[in-house]
């Protein structure tokens, strides 16, 4: 019988690891992350990891395993994910994989798409353009090369933006337009489940978690990492901005506000990217688990 993964997605602070841990529970099972932001130890507080009874509740994989230092990309993931998944499913008819980076998730279920080489010089002249003139310009500029790449891409990691405008670049076509053209056929077959709310709900979820992470120490927590933050990694939501505090360039309040306004924006673009997902089973955030795990057994393969 085919082994089955059960995919828990939808925009970050909608209570996914709550959910998974349920699941898990239920089938007596593990938990795969796929969130990219939760891999690194150093970043505890600003990315939400599972807190220590959440992780006794049950037994998660890829949570802080790796440091900011390391070179670690999607690539690396899908392929030690796949071989942690294999082992898995020899003592479990069910994994739970749960995560808010949809690249991630879409990397374990469908593999990696296949995109051209970047020509000599690109990135470079990318990353000089950046640092001379900030992120926005390249933002501009991904939406006039790939408007529909624009609006699914987390437009405040510079990373992620300059690799869609290396591809752009190099080969004169979107970067969307190499998405999903080489899906593989793993070895178990997936049900994916997504939880979503009114948007006005998840906003305020985001404002409150932004508080709640203030009040646990992130200011701390951002201030030991400051002198690196040029590494890959801390180029993200609530990091950038208080480093920007630390450099006097906004007030701490402003620093707050703006990690509460780039989340939104972050989870806006999450729920962009799953919609695009027609076999995702979408449920209200405060669904019983008892309709979701019904939904779930019926669409599994027998």
């Known amino acids: ?31 795969v992350s ?29 949570i802080q395993h ?16 796949i071989h942690k998944l294999d082992k898995l499913f020899k003592e479990h008819a069910t ?26 010089g690109v990135r470079e002249e990318l990353s000089r353009k950046l640092e001379n003139e900030g992120l926005e310009p390249l933002r501009q500029m991904l939406k006039n090369l790939d408007p529909e790449h624009y609006k699914r891409v987390d437009l405040d990691n510079p990373q992620r933006v300059v690799r869609a405008l290396e591809v752009c670049v190099s080969s004169g076509m979107p ?35 932004v508080d709640l992470m203030m009040q646990h120490g992130l200011e701390a927590e951002a201030k030991k990492l400051y002198s690196q ?19 006097h360039k906004i007030s701490r309040a402003e620093a707050i506000e703006e990690i509460k306004k780039n989340t939104r924006r972050f989870a806006k673009r999450q729920l962009t990217w799953y919609r695009k997902d027609d076999s995702i089973h979408w449920f209200d955030h405060q669904c019983p688990v ?6 779930i057994d019926k669409n599994a393969s027998p």
């Open 175 to 209: 970067y969307s337009s190499f998405l999903a053209k080489n899906m593989v056929k793993r070895d178990f077959d997936f049900v994916q489940v997504g939880l979503t709310a009114k948007r006005e709900l998840i906003y305020d979820r985001i404002n409150r978690r």
């Open 229 to 247: 933050r040029n590494l890959n990694a801390l180029q993200t939501v609530g990091y950038r901005e208080l480093f920007a505090y630390f450099d």
């Open 290 to 295: 008892d309709e979701i795990v019904d939904v």
């Open 34 to 62: 796929a969130d990219s932001r939760q891999f690194f130890k150093e970043m505890k507080i600003g990315t939400a990891v599972p807190d220590e009874d959440e992780l006794a509740a049950a037994r998660h994989h890829f």
């Open 66 to 81: 790796i440091s900011i230092q390391d070179d670690y990309n999607v690539g690396i993931f899908e392929q030690e994910a």
């Open 95 to 120: 994994v739970i994989l749960v995560g808010g980076s949809g690249l991630y998730v879409n990397a374990v279920l469908y593999g990696l798409d296949d995109f051209p080489e970047v020509k000599a």
């Open 1 to 31: 019988m085919p082994k089955t993964l059960i995919t828990v997605v939808g925009p970050t602070a909608i209570g996914k690891t709550a959910l998974s841990i349920k699941l898990a529970q239920h089938y007596n099972t593990e938990i």
